[in-house]
Nanobody, 119 residues
Framework: QVQLVESGGGLVQAGGSLRLSCVASRGTFTTFYMGWFRQAPGKEREFVAAMRRDGAVIDYQDSVEGRFTISRDNAKNTVSLQMNTLKPEDTAVYYC????????????WGQGTQVTVSS
């Protein structure tokens, strides 16, 4: 069973930056497609970004493209999300997730890390 642990959340002013990290354990990290999701208060969880096993980026949510960058370091079992030019509407709990193939759902989830952007 893969375990995912996120870190790097916090409080930042609008226009600032944060870098989220997610470390995977108890699994073969290189076999998983990785993604980031977020859930704002009172809203459904939404997709943010996804990446293939080899590090090629699959997609970004339109509202974050150009501001957020997903990356992975297979040697460190880590996927990261660099978030720049943050906006108050980016405030949410951010989750990393893993799936065994591009055609399956995400089956492993972290506990989430809170990102709060003040105006």
């Amino acid at each position: 069973q893969v375990q995912l642990v996120e870190s790097g959340g916090g409080l930042v002013q609008a226009g600032g930056s944060l870098r989220l990290s997610c470390v995977a354990s108890r699994g073969t990290f290189t076999t998983f497609y990785m993604g980031w999701f977020r859930q704002a208060p009172g809203k459904e969880r939404e997709f943010v970004a996804a990446m293939r096993r080899d590090g090629a980026v699959i997609d970004y949510q339109d509202s974050v493209e150009g501001r957020f960058t997903i990356s992975r370091d297979n040697a460190k079992n880590t996927v990261s999300l660099q978030m720049n030019t943050l906006k108050p509407e980016d405030t949410a709990v951010y989750y990393c997730a893993a799936r065994p193939s591009i055609s399956t759902t995400y089956v492993h989830w972290g506990q989430g890390t809170q990102v709060t952007v003040s105006s």
